[in-house]
């Protein structure tokens, strides 16, 4: 290991002994002023040239992509006009022959021009991280492979490294698998985004079938995409035998709720209990359901909360779908009327009340009232009527009901009486003679 070190080190100070001889050189120093001096130059002039054209970038309506690539593009003003006076000053140092050399000149022109690429290109990645981490990447190999430095480069990482086994562990090793790992799961992801869009066109599948599709899709497509680095990277999978148990025993008892929850889920997919869209009820919590996700549900109420509700919940406790068969459902409001209303008459300004609501279905299900009691101060009835979106509320609706039958009494002069109660007074006994 030392002996290794050793060499690893000799070669970086041969590397760094070079690098200072020519930086040493007239020539070079002469260069390197002149790209200190473009820079500056460059950055001024982006600055009053980028807004203006930037105002006229935003009116471009209905390509969010190609808006996003021209933004990047002119937000790097500065490397355009850097590669245009580089440009300028190479055609103007080969004319004159001085200095002597300008190689420095002609490489800092190819690799800002490979950087100002490959930053405008790695825009079309939306995520920043894997953006960042594709640009740098990207340019370093560039730069080395315009160097000529490419095999040294990489013999050098591969000595930085350590042996366990028959496996050897370096930074080269380190870095390919973070670049092939990054690239398959990012490749399975955004194809498995694509695949999902298509399932969930597909008509002809119920909704809970398409989120059940989807999901398998994208965990096959990462195990896939896992897997394809991994052998890539020269790595037995038969290694992973003995973890793969150890992963399945500590599932068994350390993650007895997630995998609880995950199996609840494709359970729920599978047998359609419930859907998205559908309208549920499961002890306090009245809503509609918004998403299904690997773990939980999600339910969103009319107050505006949504609620994460595992999916266990929903396997094991009773469940009030009031959507599962049909999206039909009944409500009914309980009123009364005094003695002296005639009972045909007000079930008929009942029905009339209840369907002049937008909300209450007259032609499939229409609404009735019946009589249910005769009370001791009215003559009780029930109104039940039928909706078909639950969602938008029920409390809204009966209210609606009630004040057309409240507008309805009151043109016919039907009374909704008030209780009767009887109070007997009695004169005090005579008092008793003494």
């Known amino acids: 290991m030392k002996l290794k070190f050793d060499e690893l080190k000799n070669q970086l100070l041969s590397y760094l002994?070079?690098?200072?001889?020519?930086?040493?050189?007239v020539s070079?120093?002469?260069?390197?002023?002149?790209?200190?001096?473009?820079?500056?130059?460059?950055?001024?002039?982006?600055?009053?040239?980028?807004p203006l054209l930037e105002e006229r970038a935003r009116?471009?309506?209905?390509?969010?992509?190609?808006?996003?690539?021209?933004?990047?593009?002119?937000?790097?003003f500065e490397w355009v006009f850097f590669i245009l006076l580089l440009l300028v000053a190479y055609a103007i140092t080969s004319a004159v022959a001085?200095?002597?050399?300008?190689?420095?000149?002609?490489?800092?022109?190819?690799?800002?021009?490979?950087?100002?690429?490959?930053?405008?290109?790695?825009?079309?990645?939306?995520?920043?991280?894997?953006?960042?981490?594709?640009?740098?990447?990207?340019?370093?190999?560039?730069?080395?492979?315009?160097?000529?430095?490419?095999?040294?480069?990489?013999?050098?990482?591969?000595?930085?490294?350590?042996?366990?086994?028959?496996?050897?562990?370096?930074?080269?090793?380190?870095?390919?698998?973070?670049?092939?790992?990054?690239?398959?799961?990012?490749?399975?992801?955004?194809?498995?985004d694509f695949l999902d869009k298509r399932v969930q066109g597909i008509e002809e599948l119920t909704p809970s079938?398409?989120?059940?599709?989807?999901?398998?899709?994208?965990?096959?497509?990462?195990?896939?995409?896992?897997?394809?680095?991994?052998?890539?990277?020269?790595?037995?999978?038969?290694?992973?035998?003995?973890?793969?148990?150890?992963?399945?025993?500590?599932?068994?008892?350390?993650?007895?709720?997630?995998v609880s929850?995950?199996?609840?889920?494709?359970?729920?997919?599978?047998?359609?209990?419930?859907?998205?869209?559908?309208?549920?009820?499961l002890g306090n919590t009245f809503g509609w359901i918004r998403e299904l996700r690997a773990r939980f549900v999600s339910v969103v109420t009319r107050d505006g909360r949504e609620y994460l509700i595992p999916n266990e919940d929903f396997i094991t406790t009773q469940v009030i779908n009031w959507s599962f068969s049909d999206r039909f459902v009944r409500?009914?409001?309980?009123?009364?009327?005094?003695?002296?209303?005639d009972p045909h008459e007000v079930s008929r300004l009942a029905i009339e009340a209840a369907g002049s609501v937008p909300r209450v279905i007259q032609s499939y299900k229409p609404p009735v009232c019946w009589i249910t009691a005769f009370g001791d101060s009215a003559i009780e009835f029930k109104l039940r009527f039928w909706i078909t979106d639950p969602q938008e509320g029920t409390t809204n609706v009966r209210g609606q009901v009630f004040l057309a039958l409240w507008d309805s009494f009151q043109a016919q002069g039907i009374r909704i009486p008030y209780p009767h109660r009887e109070i007997i007074l009695k004169s005090p006994l005579p008092a008793a003679p003494e």
């Open 98 to 192: 001085w200095p002597e050399s300008n190689y420095l000149i002609y490489a800092t022109l190819l690799l800002s021009s490979a950087w100002l690429v490959i930053a405008v290109v790695s825009h079309t990645i939306r995520s920043l991280a894997v953006r960042k981490l594709f640009a740098w990447v990207a340019w370093l190999y560039v730069a080395a492979s315009y160097l000529g430095i490419v095999d040294d480069v990489v013999a050098l990482l591969d000595r930085a490294g350590f042996s366990i086994g028959t496996f050897r562990i370096s930074i080269l090793v380190v870095l390919q698998a973070v670049v092939l790992v990054g690239v398959a799961l990012w490749g399975s992801s955004r194809l498995g």
């Open 331 to 341: 409500l009914e409001v309980a009123f009364g009327v005094d003695y002296h209303s």
């Open 17 to 25: 002994t070079l690098i200072y001889d020519w930086i040493s050189q």
């Open 209 to 258: 079938l398409r989120v059940l599709v989807g999901k398998i899709i994208r965990i096959v497509l990462i195990i896939i995409a896992s897997l394809v680095a991994l052998s890539g990277l020269g790595i037995d999978l038969t290694a992973f035998t003995i973890l793969s148990g150890a992963v399945g025993v500590g599932i068994g008892f350390g993650l007895q709720k997630v």
């Open 59 to 76: 009116n471009i309506k209905g390509m969010p992509g190609l808006l996003r690539v021209i933004v990047a593009f002119m937000r790097r």
């Open 28 to 50: 070079t120093l002469v260069e390197l002023g002149i790209i200190v001096i473009l820079f500056p130059i460059a950055y001024f002039l982006s600055n009053r040239v980028e």
């Open 261 to 281: 929850n995950f199996i609840s889920g494709i359970i729920i997919l599978m047998d359609e209990s419930i859907k998205p869209g559908d309208t549920i009820e």
